[in-house]
């Protein structure tokens, strides 16, 4: 796979807290109700769900999306994929045959690329999420990606061709549906080699189902590659240590100039 040559943003954590600066956090609260999530967040200053803080996926859901066994030391992980309920990915015939013949050893994001939407979210390391008046930041740990999430209407970028594609927002009750579209084909889902074409439409939901736990969903189209729509869900996990920040991963070259990341676990 022949890959452009960027690979990384530059660091913004810094800029997006003074940026977004401080505000007070409104209590969450819980509530007996038949909702299928009685919970409801707290409210950010200017009234928003609040859905700051860092935020991780754990487990070896990278390793590959439809589940997988124990092995090489890696843990098993069951699928993410709700839709359809065999938890299989529906691709075409002809997608299915061009994923099989993929050699796993040309991973991007193993190569120092970007993950792109929604791998991001689940490769190993935390994201933190910023909020501010009609604007969600989130930045990953993974090569200092970062995603700048308007809430306010504004048009998409169509017909361009992003690592993390073109992002716009919107709440609907307590949760952010995030719909992206203008990616680029160089992405993989997972290690698996799990892909998608440049026609990819993302639509992800993060709703938050009690003080420290975020559910994350993202219903994927792509009729180039996929018979259908489909949707994976998982659940990230708030970090409530004391002082924990995300780290800065880089990627160095070897003696033979092969890039590799620097933390463990990519």
Same mark, same amino acid.
């Given at each position: 796979m022949k890959m452009p040559s960027f690979r990384r943003t530059p660091t913004v954590a810094a800029t997006v807290m003074f940026v977004i600066g401080s505000g007070a956090i409104t209590p969450a609260v819980a509530q007996n109700s038949k909702s299928s999530n009685p919970y409801t967040a707290g409210r950010t200053p200017d009234g928003a769900p609040d859905l700051r803080g860092i935020w991780e996926v754990h487990g070896t859901i990278n390793w590959n999306i439809e589940g997988h066994p124990k092995q090489d030391g890696i843990a098993a992980s069951k699928s993410v994929i709700v839709d359809p309920a065999d938890g299989k990915i529906p691709y075409t015939a002809e997608a299915r045959a061009k994923k099989n *013949?993929?050699?796993l050893a040309d991973d991007p994001q193993t190569k120092c690329y970007m993950a792109g939407v929604p791998r991001v979210t689940y490769t190993p390391g935390p994201f933190q999420i910023f909020q501010t008046d009609g604007l969600v930041i989130a930045v990953y740990q993974d090569l200092h990606t970062y995603r700048y999430i308007p809430t306010t209407g504004k048009p998409q970028m169509s017909g361009a061709e992003f690592w993390m594609g073109s992002s716009r927002g919107r709440w609907e009750g307590d949760t952010l549906v995030v719909d992206s579209v203008s990616f680029n084909d160089q992405t993989w889902f997972d290690k698996a080699a799990n892909f998608h074409s440049a026609d990819l439409h993302v639509v992800e939901r993060?709703? &938050?189902?009690? #003080?420290?736990? &975020?559910?994350? @969903?993202? &219903?994927? @189209? $792509? #009729?180039?590659?996929?018979? %259908? #729509?489909w949707k994976m869900r998982?659940? *990230? @996990? %708030?970090?409530t240590e004391p002082g924990f920040r995300i780290l800065? $991963?880089?990627c160095l070259k070897d003696s033979k100039g092969v890039l590799s990341h620097i933390l463990p676990g990519k």
């Amino acid at each position: 796979m022949k890959m452009p040559s960027f690979r990384r943003t530059p660091t913004v954590a810094a800029t997006v807290m003074f940026v977004i600066g401080s505000g007070a956090i409104t209590p969450a609260v819980a509530q007996n109700s038949k909702s299928s999530n009685p919970y409801t967040a707290g409210r950010t200053p200017d009234g928003a769900p609040d859905l700051r803080g860092i935020w991780e996926v754990h487990g070896t859901i990278n390793w590959n999306i439809e589940g997988h066994p124990k092995q090489d030391g890696i843990a098993a992980s069951k699928s993410v994929i709700v839709d359809p309920a065999d938890g299989k990915i529906p691709y075409t015939a002809e997608a299915r045959a061009k994923k099989n *013949a993929i050699s796993l050893a040309d991973d991007p994001q193993t190569k120092c690329y970007m993950a792109g939407v929604p791998r991001v979210t689940y490769t190993p390391g935390p994201f933190q999420i910023f909020q501010t008046d009609g604007l969600v930041i989130a930045v990953y740990q993974d090569l200092h990606t970062y995603r700048y999430i308007p809430t306010t209407g504004k048009p998409q970028m169509s017909g361009a061709e992003f690592w993390m594609g073109s992002s716009r927002g919107r709440w609907e009750g307590d949760t952010l549906v995030v719909d992206s579209v203008s990616f680029n084909d160089q992405t993989w889902f997972d290690k698996a080699a799990n892909f998608h074409s440049a026609d990819l439409h993302v639509v992800e939901r993060y709703q &938050l189902t009690g #003080p420290n736990t &975020l559910q994350y @969903e993202a &219903l994927i @189209e $792509d #009729p180039k590659v996929f018979t %259908r #729509p489909w949707k994976m869900r998982m659940i *990230a @996990e %708030r970090h409530t240590e004391p002082g924990f920040r995300i780290l800065e $991963d880089e990627c160095l070259k070897d003696s033979k100039g092969v890039l590799s990341h620097i933390l463990p676990g990519k």
